[in-house]
């Protein structure tokens, strides 16, 4: 396998509304996210833990909801908050 990342349940779900620039921030952190996930477990698919909690990060002045599947590889992004508009 070689790790991931998705949108869960879905794209048009999770991102529905939210600007295009915030998406591409959003897109752009989770391909980070994949690349720490992939250093930190270098073998996912044999990870025998429970996994991590959901955790929050501050994306262009919004918030991105997300979590790691190291069994499956994957980090899921669940949910966006696009920061206020003026």
């Known amino acids: 396998?070689?790790?991931s990342w998705e949108y869960l349940p879905s794209e048009q779900h999770v991102t529905a509304?939210?600007?295009a620039s915030f998406l591409a921030a959003?897109?752009?952190r989770a391909v980070e996210l994949v690349r720490a996930a992939e250093a930190l477990y270098l073998d996912g698919t044999?990870?025998?833990g429970s996994g991590e909690p959901m955790r929050y990060l501050?994306?262009?002045g919004g918030l991105?909801?997300?979590y790691v599947v190291p069994r499956l590889e994957l980090v899921v992004v669940c949910q966006v908050t696009p920061p206020p508009t003026t």
């Open 17 to 19: 509304g939210a600007p």
């Open 46 to 48: 044999s990870y025998q």
């Open 58 to 60: 501050d994306v262009a």
């Open 1 to 3: 396998m070689t790790w």
């Open 64 to 66: 991105l909801a997300y």
């Open 26 to 28: 959003v897109e752009h």
